[in-house]
């Protein structure tokens, strides 16, 4: 038998650098602490929620049944962990996960994921930029200088929103 019979070749592509933040973010660990971990189970709703997280930033739009597929040929034990099999990773799994997931709260969970980064990454909170995409406003200015900004504000056409952590009351935990 030749070495290149051997050989076999697994992608990890940019999804390592992915794998490599969101173990060095500890996602897996916050998901597995508010959850539970069920040792019955062959894979933990941490680590189903970072294969989520990889499967979602490595460009694949395909069914949840066939989500086991994208990891055929990706080195799974060094994105996922040892002892992991794609097969593990079923739609049955991964929509139990999601139940759970929403039956804790998804914003709870990501708030907390987001504290975890600011506090890894010693992001400064004096300022915030909010994406103002994620608002919607309507309505008209009532007051006649009022008018006067409306008018800036559709030349402008982009509305933009500084949020100050001193008045939402968000973590000062330094």
Same mark, same amino acid.
Do not use: W
């Given at each position: 038998m030749s070495y290149l019979e051997e050989i076999q070749v697994k992608n990890l592509d940019h999804l390592g650098i992915v794998a490599g933040l969101i173990d060095e973010i500890g996602i897996v660990k916050i998901i597995n602490n508010k959850l539970g971990i069920d040792v019955r189970e062959k894979i933990s709703a941490?680590?189903?929620v970072k294969s989520i997280l990889i499967n979602g930033l490595g460009f694949v739009s395909r069914p949840l049944y066939l989500f086991? @597929? $994208? $990891? @055929?040929? /990706?080195a799974i034990e /060094?994105?996922?962990g040892e002892r992991i099999k794609p097969d593990y990773l079923n739609d049955d799994k991964i929509g139990r996960v999601m139940d759970e997931l929403y039956k804790y709260g998804l914003n709870d969970i990501f708030i907390e994921v987001v504290l975890e980064v600011i506090k890894k990454f010693k992001i400064d909170l004096k300022y915030s930029h909010l994406d103002s995409t994620s608002f919607h406003l309507d309505g008209e200015y009532k007051r006649e200088e009022d008018k006067e900004k409306q008018e800036e504000e559709k030349l402008l056409k982009k509305d933009q929103f500084l949020l100050r952590k001193d008045i939402l009351g968000i973590i000062d935990q330094t």
């Amino acid at each position: 038998m030749s070495y290149l019979e051997e050989i076999q070749v697994k992608n990890l592509d940019h999804l390592g650098i992915v794998a490599g933040l969101i173990d060095e973010i500890g996602i897996v660990k916050i998901i597995n602490n508010k959850l539970g971990i069920d040792v019955r189970e062959k894979i933990s709703a941490g680590t189903v929620v970072k294969s989520i997280l990889i499967n979602g930033l490595g460009f694949v739009s395909r069914p949840l049944y066939l989500f086991s @597929q $994208f $990891f @055929q040929d /990706k080195a799974i034990e /060094k994105l996922l962990g040892e002892r992991i099999k794609p097969d593990y990773l079923n739609d049955d799994k991964i929509g139990r996960v999601m139940d759970e997931l929403y039956k804790y709260g998804l914003n709870d969970i990501f708030i907390e994921v987001v504290l975890e980064v600011i506090k890894k990454f010693k992001i400064d909170l004096k300022y915030s930029h909010l994406d103002s995409t994620s608002f919607h406003l309507d309505g008209e200015y009532k007051r006649e200088e009022d008018k006067e900004k409306q008018e800036e504000e559709k030349l402008l056409k982009k509305d933009q929103f500084l949020l100050r952590k001193d008045i939402l009351g968000i973590i000062d935990q330094t």
